[in-house]
Antibody
Framework: QVQLQESGPGHVKPAETLSLSCTVSGGSISSYSWSWIRRSPGKGLEWIGSVYYDGSTNYNPSLQSRVTISVDTSKVQFSLKLNSVTAADSAVYYC????????WGQGIPVTVSS | QSVLTQPPSASGTPGLGVTISCSGSSSNIGNNPVNWYQHLPGMAPKLLIYGTNQRPSGVPDRFSGSKSGTSASLAISGLQSDDEADYYCAAWDGSLNGFVFGTGTQVSVL
């Protein structure tokens, strides 16, 4: 059974960089695509972007200038970096596998505030 | 702002059914498979339907998906209290070159 677990700080200051990791267990990271998705308070799900096993990426056009998603096959992890954050980036962040995403992590809440 | 539009809420009586609509365009629903997710507060979203009308293993056949043109639907029959959740349609958008979610529908079981 594939399991995904998000990790990282739950609080980030405005204008700083949000950095999260997702550890994959029970399956290979060297196939499939791997995505980050978020849900902001009072809003719906928003796809942030995806990284493929070969390192290629797709990003949400509305976030593309601030996002980097990368994969580290040796650590069986993939990561998200979102820079220049504002309060609007406060959300529960989910990592997921595949397209469409089938397996998801439980989510990690991140608050952006000073 | 999402490119896939859903009604904000839907409700039904236990044992009966409810249908949720999802309206898109030729760049997403019109030319790509539709997927549906169930999201309960504090939980990971669950894939209910993929490939427009396919159910992953373990999803009961009370859930069914369909599409016509640039619109899609999720039908839930035999409503149960456990079905109270937010439901999202989702599809790849070729114009945006990205994955888009619908605006979400909150289902209540009366």
């Amino acid at each position: 059974q594939v399991q995904l677990q998000e990790s990282g700080p739950g609080h980030v200051k405005p204008a700083e960089t949000l950095s999260l990791s997702c550890t994959v267990s029970g399956g290979s990271i060297s196939s499939y695509s791997w995505s980050w998705i978020r849900r902001s308070p009072g809003k719906g799900l928003e796809w942030i972007g995806s990284v493929y096993y070969d390192g290629s990426t797709n990003y949400n056009p509305s976030l593309q200038s601030r996002v980097t998603i990368s994969v580290d096959t040796s650590k069986v992890q993939f990561s998200l970096k979102l820079n220049s954050v504002t309060a609007a980036d406060s959300a529960v962040y989910y990592c997921s596998r595949g397209m469409p995403p089938d397996y998801w992590g439980q989510g990690i809440p991140v608050t952006v505030s000073s | 702002q999402s490119v896939l539009t859903q009604p904000p809420s839907a409700s039904g009586t236990p044992g009966l059914g409810v249908t949720i609509s999802c309206s898109g365009s030729s760049s997403n629903i019109g030319n790509n498979p539709v997927n549906w997710y169930q999201h309960l507060p504090g939980m990971a979203p669950k894939l209910l339907i993929y490939g427009t009308n396919q159910r992953p293993s373990g999803v009961p056949d009370r859930f069914s998906g369909s599409k016509s043109g640039t619109s899609a639907s999720l039908a839930i029959s035999g409503l149960q209290s456990d079905d109270e959740a937010d439901y999202y349609c989702a599809a790849w958008d070729g114009s945006l070159n990205g994955f888009v979610f619908g605006t979400g529908t909150q289902v209540s079981v009366l």
